[in-house]
């Protein structure tokens, strides 16, 4: 009895000791703004909002909101977009953190004819460096295909940002 009394004890410290080491702050949020890229439309430009949890030095879990904008005319843009999906990333490396991971949530998209509603997914890559990072997002929405016409609704997404907090934990 003594020694499962004993075992238990020892396993609990050694788990909390490994949950206590973590390096990197539990919660950030990072901010982002890039250009877009749609077979159909063309160029365009996008902001991201995006909190996360690290699981660990290694997984964080996360929201990103998106808005963005393809085919950029003299009066707009031709498509408006937003986007509010559950997100997670994988990180390798230190100083220099590549990562990937990927996405899926709900979209909005408006353009002259009226506005559909869809649910799309997005794989990811990029690294962070410091606090700033690179990332870059294939958004994958369905293909809308009526009697007279094929609506491209996926795009590619390139952003710069900086993230507050989920830095390295000072000593």
Do not use: C, W
């Not at 009394?5 to 950030?28: P, W």
């Not at 994958?140 to 710069?160: G, K, M, N, Q």
Request: glycine content about 16%; hydrophobic content about 35%; charged content about 20%.
């Amino acid at each position: 009895m003594i020694k499962k009394i004993f075992t238990t004890v020892l396993i609990t410290i050694t788990m909390v000791a490994v949950v206590d080491a973590q390096e990197y702050q539990k919660f950030r949020v990072g901010f982002g703004i890039g250009f877009t890229a749609g077979p159909q439309y063309g160029a365009g430009l996008l902001y991201t909002l995006e909190p996360g949890y690290h699981l660990n030095d290694d997984l964080v879990l996360g929201i990103r909101y998106e808005g963005a904008g393809t085919g950029l005319e003299t009066d707009g843009f031709d498509k408006g977009y937003r986007s509010l999906s559950a997100s997670a990333q994988y990180y390798v490396g230190n100083k220099f953190r590549a990562f990937v991971g990927g996405g899926v949530g709900y979209y909005k998209v408006n353009f002259s004819g009226g506005r559909e509603s869809f649910v799309g997914f997005y794989p990811r890559a990029g690294f962070d460096v410091g606090h700033g990072f690179l990332a870059l997002d294939y958004n994958i929405l369905p293909t809308v295909r009526a009697d007279d016409f094929v609506e491209h609704y996926s795009y590619l997404s390139i952003r710069l940002g900086v993230n507050f907090g989920g830095g390295k934990q000072r000593e």
